[in-house]
């Protein structure tokens, strides 16, 4: 017994040798963990680029495109404010315009990151801890969970805002342990760079005093005037957010009323918990439940909160418990859907930061067993082999459009959102196709999913764009009329449903319902090159007026120069007398590909 007093004496004497002798397996379990992290989620780097807010933040972004810095810095984006992760997307635009891989790459690279940070971070408060470091990390690092943050490209800003987010807390936790003024100011600088990439940094704060709690800081006077700059941060970034998203909180309150969001939040903490350990069934979209039908597991989702809020009060004496599981609660408190957060009820990328609560409690736990060697080994294999498996099969779900969504139609067949992001999805392949069963066959499946669709939402504005798109391609054109009525009734400044009901006005030779509707487009939306085409050939063809029609050809130029737009412009210029100009455009069409009649070639050579 004496002996075994002396050995512990040593270990508190000498705690920096102790650390610094466990460097070299420091760093070798982070290059093993770092490894596996990049393999298991390498196939995403062969993705493209999805229809799931892809085409917002990267195609059809025209802030990248120079890039735009005052705009970068100036505008929201998606309904929040972060000029950091465009400023990164306009980086990869830079580097590899519209080509994905290069977006991707950057996203595994900030993983991959990030997950040494989570070792490093849970080195230093678990008192060097090998074990539980390296599970935390491993955990972070190859969730199934963690997939959608890493391989959809728009969650840029998860990856980017974690990153700092993660360095902020480590010169902070610097700072409480050496008291030196550099580690407090890094901190809080990290932070607003946390900020700049992410909104949902604000919380950081509560997480300081949840450090202080760790390290046995006291409550007083000086631990609270610290945290003044950086709650004056978060609230300016609240504001900000608040100020984008205030008509989207009104309207989700008035979709769900507050005691059911209450279920909600209940709910939200619950499913997350248990697919901490269980993480199915995973989805790109979890819908809510149907109005006035929220089924029991909400239902007595409360229970669960109760038993945990019991167990927490149970074993409040055990410190990593309470951390472990604050920090997984408060890192969530931006996402309990008491005021909506996106189109799903549950989202799988809002566990990246907060699963670090969840693996630390898990990692001192089984530190603390007896014979704990042999459990080590085999809780390692386990995670590797089950979640390292599950993850590298989820990353080929996010292939493209088509994958993703026969994913989640998989879990959720009538789901409106999923259903008509797959006939988008079709719909865009068609127009590549040229007659034939094929294309048949895409245009009456996308037609089903928007009729499955409305069916179970009237109101789904996504449905009734689609369809009328849909009933175009099929030449239905009152159809399409009707469906373009309904979008206008539920959006009366939707542009799609006006250029929709003006090119079917065109169709059924009513020139001038078809030029107010496309003018109406236009005015809600001028960067359109195809509504300025569909009006120029309605003035072409129908109206005959070709000053007016030259006009759009030559906007839809500017916009975006196709051949046969320089080939239309071409029979203007002819119609106008101004043979110069006509075949100068026709010589343009024809080196871009656009075929034209040998009988106009000879009319502009004469």
């Known amino acids: 017994m004496k002996k075994e007093k002396q050995k512990k004496s040593v270990k508190t004497v000498l705690p920096k040798n102790q650390g610094a002798g466990k460097k070299p397996l420091m760093v070798l379990w982070v290059g093993v963990i770092v490894a596996l992290t990049a393999y298991c989620l390498s196939p995403m780097l062969g993705n493209g680029f999805t229809n799931w807010d892809d085409e917002l933040y990267v195609v059809n972004n025209t802030l990248l495109h120079g890039p735009d810095w005052k705009g970068i810095f100036s505008q929201s984006v998606v309904s929040n ?4 992760t465009i400023a990164s997307l306009a980086f990869n635009y830079s580097v590899s315009k519209l080509n994905p891989h290069s977006y991707l790459l950057l996203n595994l690279i900030l993983h991959v990151l990030n997950t040494a940070l989570v070792f490093y971070f849970i080195w230093n408060i678990s008192g060097k801890k090998v074990f539980v470091s390296a599970l935390c990390a491993l955990i972070f690092g190859i969730h199934p969970m963690h997939v959608e943050s890493v391989a959809w490209i728009s969650e840029r800003k998860d990856v980017l805002y974690t990153f700092f987010f993660l360095l902020s807390l480590h010169f902070y936790w610097q700072y ?16 607003i760079f946390s900020l700049l990439s992410k909104p949902a ?47 989207k909180a009104v309207a989700s309150l008035e979709l769900h009323p507050m005691w059911e969001r209450l279920f909600f939040a209940c709910y939200v903490v619950m499913i997350y918990f248990v697919r901490f350990i269980v993480p199915y069934p995973l989805s790109a979209f979890h819908p809510y439940p149907p109005q006035n039908n929220l089924g029991l597991s909400i239902l007595l989702s409360p229970l669960f909160i109760a038993a945990l809020a019991g167990t927490l009060w149970y074993f409040k004496k055990n410190k990593f418990f309470v951390f472990g599981i604050l920090f997984f609660v408060i ?5 309990l859907q008491i005021i909506a957060i996106g189109n799903t009820l549950v989202s799988e990328r809002y566990t990246y930061v907060p699963y670090i609560g969840l693996a630390f409690m898990a990692g001192m736990l089984i530190d603390k067993l007896k014979s704990k060697t042999l459990i080590n080994y085999a809780v ?17 779900v996010w292939k493209n459009s088509g994958t993703l969504w026969n994913d989640a139609i998989g879990h959720y067949a009538n789901a409106p959102i999923p259903l008509t992001n797959r006939a988008n999805y079709n719909c865009k392949i068609v127009e590549k196709l040229s007659a034939g069963p094929v294309r048949d066959s895409l245009l009456q499946l996308s037609l089903q999913d928007c009729n499955t669709a409305l069916k179970y939402n009237p109101h789904h504005v996504k449905g009734y764009e689609n369809r009328g798109l849909i009933f175009l391609h099929l030449n239905r054109n009152q159809e399409a009329v009707a469906d373009a009525d309904s979008l206008i009734k539920l959006e009366p400044d939707n542009k799609l449903g006006y250029s929709t009901r003006g090119t079917a006005y065109t169709r059924l030779n009513e020139p001038e319902k078809a030029v107010a509707d496309l003018t109406k487009s236009i005015e809600l939306f001028s960067g359109d090159d ?25 906007r839809a130029i500017q916009i975006n120069p196709r051949g046969a737009y320089y080939l239309y412009s071409s029979y203007c210029f002819a119609n106008l007398g101004d043979k110069v100009k006509a075949r100068e455009n026709m010589l343009t069409a024809i080196q871009m590909g656009e075929k034209v009649s040998d009988d106009y070639q000879k009319s502009l050579s004469q």
């Open 176 to 191: 409480i342990i050496t008291e030196k003024k550099t580690g407090y100011w890094m901190s809080l600088t990290l932070f």
């Open 81 to 84: 404010y972060h000029p950091f």
């Open 201 to 247: 940094a604000i919380i950081l704060p509560f997480i300081l005093l949840l450090l202080d709690y760790w390290k046995n800081r006291p409550i007083n006077k000086k631990t609270i005037i610290e945290k003044i700059p950086f709650l004056a941060a978060a609230i300016v970034f609240a504001a900000i957010t608040l100020q984008i998203q205030s008509h």
């Open 331 to 335: 890192n969530l408190l931006l996402v």
């Open 380 to 396: 390692f294999a386990l995670i590797v082999v089950v979640f390292g498996s599950m993850t590298y099969e989820r990353t080929h």
């Open 530 to 554: 195809f509504v300025y085409f569909e009006r120029a050939t309605v003035y072409f063809n129908q109206l005959k007026d070709y000053k007016a029609a030259l006009d759009d050809f030559e």
